[in-house]
């Protein structure tokens, strides 16, 4: 029974394996899209030679008939004329009936031939179509005239010029019938011509299609031979990777009889495994669970769920280190349904263990004498420590077993921890170790995952770089000091070039228009020389404060103890407004500003009205983005000052002061508030005085600070 059973699965496996073309190949012999070439070719010759054939007969008795009505509307046309030339001029009772008749007789092979054209494939456009439009036309026309004259006439005598009248038109419309006579005759011949190579043209096409069919079942047969090649090849090729293939390749039956066995495995050939038992080829001794039980359990497994399923094994050799895992595959579906079974030798890893567990007892003595300290966790619980990690955190090793490793860890550096574990990262990171006693350290984690006892652990190295980070950070401050030295003292010499650039082209510009104005020596001398210590009045705020912000209302003050000495008494000008930062770029034009006002009222206030006051006010307006200064310079009468809820002097002005009435002072404070400011100025001519109101824009001042002293 086994043997009959044995040759029945060699007969499936060798019939199976030996056709190289799949059956249902020879089916699509004539499924190619060349196919569809020839049915097109066919229809096309079809529809000619029907077309030219069973067709013919109807086109040809229409172009006869339309050769017919062409003769039938010349023979009318002709007996109307040679009607009309039978009576004499001025014979009396010409009957015009019967020339109506022969006209309208005429009209109807007309219209038989325009149809009939047509139905023969006439274009409208064509010289046939005209002539026959206007002759259609002209016909219409001269019996509608016709007709006109026999209701009208009453005596029936027509005159001489009626009659050759009728004789004209009776003439132009034969000529015209000739004409359409030779017309129609050409165009009967070109469709009779047309006919017969639509007919040969079929003839051709069909014998093209029938070439075609032959050529394709030609080709169809010659691709059909090159694809059973191509998969012959195809499955010389699979077969050779097959029983080459470092794992043996089995196929099963579904009660686990072996059909098929790619190269020697399990201890057994190709011949004897062939419709025997997998599990016969088990050791019967193995210290695992039963073989063959296990065996039968993955192949009902695989059968069953449709799942893969492995199972590792002894095969019946003398050597007890032999063994073998076992995959069984998915269950391929067909007439006779396999299961392909992957057998791969795995001494080598059992080897490879049992070396692994000698080396156990040499990474424990190593791992002591390292330095650094090794933790050894599966999931974060600590499987193994060495004594310099116990050293380092001051736990005993009993302590460490067993403890969660994120206890010895501060809490911010958690997610670091987790993540990285996450990630299986091999990357060196650096976070704070937690001592038992509380305190903290500085340690680099190094770590890699592997597996120990059938575990998915991870080794993790422990190195205290607390020495190392102080020098670093030695280092770090070192260079941040000196990178500071180097940077403030490039900053310091690239604005203080800025600076004394801008303060050189000012001064010549001051130079330039103060000499133009001034009247005599003496004059330029005072007139600069309070320009120059307004400048320097603004440069030595901004030396004080290295170079930052600038205090207004202090420079303000400076400035009046600068230029008003002791001629004039303390509340003579009057100062008022909030605490304001000038950028530095902005105080000496600012600067220039309150200096030229100053000079301006005592040259002009003071020294005419002794009892002269001014007072210089200033508020902030600030919306989302900007921050403007809002400067009020105010001359009034000593006694008279009138001061509004804001600080500000409620008398509305009078009038701007003309443009033409501006002098020197009050152009060069238009300039600056214009030009350095971004801002503007108004002056106006209030009952007390001189008003000036001056708007520009705040900038930021700038915090960095240009000098940076080193200790």
């Known amino acids: 029974m086994n043997n009959e059973l044995t040759e029945k699965t060699r007969f499936k496996k060798e019939n199976s394996g030996s056709s190289a073309v799949p059956p249902e190949g020879k089916s699509r012999l004539y499924t190619e899209p060349s196919l569809l070439i020839i049915t097109i070719l066919g229809i096309v010759s079809f529809a000619l030679l029907f077309y030219s054939g069973e ?79 206007d002759l259609l036309h002209n016909i219409n026309e001269f019996t509608a005239n016709l007709k006109k004259m026999n209701q009208s006439s009453q005596s029936l005598v027509f005159t001489d010029s009626e009659r050759l009248m009728i004789i004209a038109t009776l003439g132009k419309l034969l000529t015209s019938t000739n004409d359409l ?21 079929g003839l051709f096409v069909w014998l093209i299609a029938l070439l075609a069919a032959l050529g394709v079942i030609h080709f169809s047969e010659r691709k059909r031979r090159q694809q059973q090649n191509r998969l012959a090849a195809e499955e010389r090729k699979w077969r050779s990777a097959i029983e080459n293939s470092p794992d043996a390749i089995a196929l099963v039956d579904l009660s686990g009889r072996v059909v098929y066995l790619s190269h020697p495995a399990l201890g057994l050939t190709p011949a004897d495994a062939v419709g025997r038992f997998l599990w016969d080829a088990c050791r019967k001794d193995s210290d695992n669970p039963p073989c063959e039980a296990n065996l039968r359990q993955a192949l009902t497994r695989a059968r069953d769920t449709g799942e893969p399923a492995s199972v590792e094994v002894q095969p019946t050799t003398s050597d007890e280190e032999d063994w073998c895992l076992v995959r069984f595959g998915v269950v391929i579906d067909g007439d006779f349904p396999l299961i392909p079974v992957i057998c791969t030798k795995t001494t080598q890893q059992h080897q490879a263990a049992r070396a692994l567990q000698e080396s156990e007892f040499r990474f424990r003595r190593l791992s002591e004498a390292a330095f650094e300290g090794v933790i050894i966790h599966e999931n974060g619980i600590t499987i193994d420590v060495n004594d310099a990690l116990c050293k ?27 993540r990285m574990i996450g990630e299986r990262s091999e990357q060196p990171y650096d976070i704070r170790a937690l001592r038992k006693d509380g305190t903290t350290f500085p340690v680099e984690l190094r770590a890699r995952h592997t597996r120990l006892d059938g575990k998915d652990v991870r080794i993790v190295a422990v190195h205290d770089i607390s020495r ?21 003292r490039k900053l310091l010499i690239d604005e203080l070039n800025h600076r004394v650039k801008n303060n050189l ?25 309070g320009k120059l210590r307004a400048m320097a009045v603004a440069h030595q705020l901004m030396a004080g404060r290295d170079w930052e912000d600038v205090d207004f209302e202090n420079m303000v003050r400076r400035l009046l103890d600068q230029l008003l000495h002791d001629e004039l008494s303390s509340c003579s000008v009057k100062v008022q407004g909030p605490r304001v930062s000038l950028a530095p770029r902005q105080a000496s034009p600012m600067a220039m500003i309150i200096q030229e006002l100053i000079t301006n009222w005592r040259k002009h206030g003071v020294d005419s009205s002794p009892a002269s006051c001014a007072r210089l006010s200033w508020s902030i307006k600030s919306d989302q983005k900007d921050r403007i200064l809002r400067l009020v310079w105010q ?55 001189f008003r000036c ?11 960095q600070t240009l000098v940076t002293h080193a200790s």
């Open 635 to 689: 001359e009034y009468e000593s006694g008279k000052e009138i001061v509004d809820s804001n600080g500000e002097q409620n008398t509305a002005p009078d009038a701007e002061l003309p443009r033409e009435e501006w002098g020197m002072g009050l152009n060069l404070i238009d300039g600056f508030a214009r030009f350095e400011l971004a801002g503007g100025v108004r002056y106006l001519k209030t009952p007390d005085g």
């Open 392 to 418: 380092m955190l001051g736990y005993t090793r009993e302590e460490l077993i067993g403890i969660d490793a994120h206890k010895l860890v501060v809490s911010d550096d958690h997610e670091t921890i987790d």
């Open 55 to 133: 067709g013919w007969h109807s086109r040809s008795l229409l172009l006869s008939s339309l050769t017919s009505d062409t003769n039938a509307l010349r023979d009318r046309l002709f007996e109307a004329s040679a009607f009309s030339n039978r009576f004499p001029p001025n014979h009396p009772g010409v009957p015009l009936r019967p020339l109506i008749r022969k006209l309208s007789d005429a009209r109807i092979h007309l219209v038989d031939i325009v149809d009939k054209s047509r139905q023969c494939g006439l274009k409208e456009d064509s010289a046939l179509a005209r002539t026959s439009r």
């Open 181 to 201: 006579h030779k017309e129609t005759a050409v165009f009967v011949n070109n469709q009779t011509v047309r006919q017969q190579i639509m007919h040969r043209a």
């Open 468 to 488: 190392r980070l102080a020098a670093e950070n030695s280092l770090r401050a070192s260079e941040e000091k000196f990178r500071k030295l180097a940077t403030s």
């Open 505 to 529: 082209s000012g001064l010549l510009s001051l130079v330039s228009l103060v000499g133009s104005n001034a009247r005599s020596v003496d004059d330029f001398a005072e007139r600069i020389t």
């Open 693 to 703: 109101e001056l708007e520009c824009l705040l900038e930021t001042p700038d915090a």
